[in-house]
Nanobody
């Protein structure tokens, strides 16, 4: 079972930026789709962003469009999330996820479509 490892979380002031990184704990072949979700206690896991294997297709949750950018490096099987103009409501545990195979673009926002997950990294935005 592939384990994804996130890094880059932390405490930042509102309006600031953070960059999250995620890579597998061991060398694997490139995942079909990689994405980011986030969750706060008592709420459902929320879709943040996803990127296709080629990097040519990206999807974003409505709450982060225009502020967050997802990218990937297939040589490292790594995915990144650049978060700008952070708001207090972005505070959450951020999870990296990946699929084994192709899934329809209409389903990339469903957390149950993903096969591999990281342990999560905390992002806290202060006012």
């Amino acid at each position: 079972q592939v384990q994804l490892v996130e890094s880059g979380g932390g405490l930042v002031q509102a309006g600031g930026s953070l960059r999250l990184s995620c890579a597998p704990s061991e060398r694997t072949r490139s995942s079909a789709l990689m994405g980011w979700f986030r969750q706060v206690p008592g709420k459902e896991r929320e879709f943040v962003a996803a990127i296709s294997r080629s990097g040519g297709s990206t999807n974003y949750g409505d709450s982060v469009k225009g502020r967050f950018t997802i990218s990937r490096d297939n040589a490292k099987n790594a995915v990144y999330l650049q978060m700008n103009s952070l708001k207090r409501e972005d505070t959450a545990v951020y999870y990296c996820a990946a699929t084994r195979g192709y899934i329809s673009e209409t389903r990339v926002g469903r957390w149950d479509e993903y096969d591999y997950w990281g342990q999560g990294t905390q992002v806290t935005v202060s006012s």
